[in-house]
């Protein structure tokens, strides 16, 4: 089975940092595309910030220039730094990975973490 742990999260005043790390484990896997998305209660979960395998990057509009997405392929390991917080990115953020199963049938799989809370005050 492959599994996915967030840390990192905290609180953090208005205009600090935060660093998250996402560290898959298990084993026969291959993982594809990595994303962070976060989720205020009563809201749908937003995409954050992806990776791709090759180190391709994306962002949503509210993080860019604040927020890095990177990833460490020989860890199984991606993570979110934030900087320049601000109380709107207050939520539980998530992490995500695609990939296959190493196996002979190269079986698709999402994966997501159980979240970790980050919340900046005003």
């Known amino acids: 089975q492959v599994t996915l742990e967030e840390s990192g999260g905290g609180l953090v005043q208005f205009g600090g940092s935060l660093r998250l790390s996402c560290v898959v484990s298990?084993?026969?896997?291959?993982?594809?595309?990595m994303d962070w998305y976060r989720q205020t209660l009563g809201d749908q979960r937003e995409l954050v910030a992806s990776?791709?395998?090759?180190?391709?990057?994306s962002y949503a509009d509210s993080v860019k220039g604040r927020f890095t997405i990177s990833r460490d392929n020989a860890k199984n390991t991606a993570y979110l730094q934030m900087d320049s917080l601000k109380p709107e990115d207050t939520a539980v953020y998530y992490c995500?990975?695609?990939?296959?199963?190493?196996?002979?049938?190269?079986?698709?799989?999402?994966?997501w973490g159980q979240g970790t809370q980050v919340t900046v005050s005003s």
């Open positions: 995500h990975a695609a990939g296959r199963r190493e196996t002979f049938i190269r079986t698709p799989f999402n994966a």
């Open positions: 298990g084993s026969l896997f291959i993982i594809d595309d």
């Open positions: 990776i791709s395998s090759g180190g391709s990057t």
